[in-house]
Nanobody
Framework: QVQLVESGGGSVQAGGSLRLSCAAS?????MAWFRQAPGKEREGVAS?????ITTYAESVKGRFTISKDKNILYLQMNSLKPEDTAMYYC?????????????????WGQGTQVTVSS
């Protein structure tokens, strides 16, 4: 069982920055950030495998950075745009899945809201 606790969401103006954090209670093979805007499907934002390999959605490349320090996963979000507005979820796969595939993730955080105004 892995518990995930997220923090760091909020409201910013376009062009601003936010950093999301996700504390994990157990071993994880893949960890990732997903987001879901109202009326849309949940989509992958960035993932990180236990060996450090990362992936990013095309829409956030060059603006977002995923990193991990001990048991805390971070998402540094710069140059935020109104279209980044969504509920952001941290997710964890304890073993062997494909990190960019949402079906790999067994554990989910409660979500943290990010709102970007123009």
């Amino acid at each position: 069982q892995v518990q995930l606790v997220e923090s760091g969401g909020g409201s910013v103006q376009a062009g601003g920055s936010l950093r999301l954090s996700c504390a994990a209670s157990g071993y994880t093979y893949c960890m990732a950030w997903f987001r879901q805007a109202p009326g849309k499907e949940r989509e992958g934002v960035a993932s990180r495998r236990s060996d450090g390999i990362t992936t990013y959605a095309e829409s956030v490349k060059g603006r977002f950075t995923i990193s991990k320090d001990k048991n805390i996963l971070y998402l540094q979000m710069n140059s935020l745009k109104p279209e980044d507005t969504a509920m952001y979820y941290c997710a964890a796969d304890p073993g062997g899945g494909v990190c960019r595939d949402i079906r790999s993730y067994k554990y989910w955080g409660q979500g943290t809201q990010v709102t970007v105004s123009s």
